[in-house]
């Protein structure tokens, strides 16, 4: 599953510089995370970045975008092999 954030958010800029897909961006009001994107840190980190550091804990798991742990591996693998071209 990817990542969402929910109306909770406050701004606080601590979870954009913290994914290293680049998933997290700011929306119209708060930060949004793209969900083609974003791999919970598969392949990255045991566990979600942005998740370790939100201070108000909004950051759930995306119900719109339910995804295995091999089909975010498999994204994460697309997603490098595109970074590196």
């Not at 919970?40 to 045991?46: A, K, L, R, T």
């Not at 979600?48 to 201070?55: A, D, N």
């Amino acid at each position: 599953m990817a990542l969402m954030i929910t109306d909770e958010c406050i701004n606080c800029d601590v979870c954009e510089p913290e994914c290293p897909n680049d998933a997290i961006s700011m929306g119209p009001e708060i930060y949004v995370i793209d969900p083609n994107k974003c791999t919970e840190c598969v392949g990255h980190f045991d566990e979600p970045q942005c998740q370790q550091v939100c201070p108000v804990e909004c950051i759930p798991r995306d119900p719109q975008h339910v995804e295995t742990r091999d089909q975010l591996m498999e994204k994460y693998r697309g997603l490098m092999a595109a970074k590196n071209t």
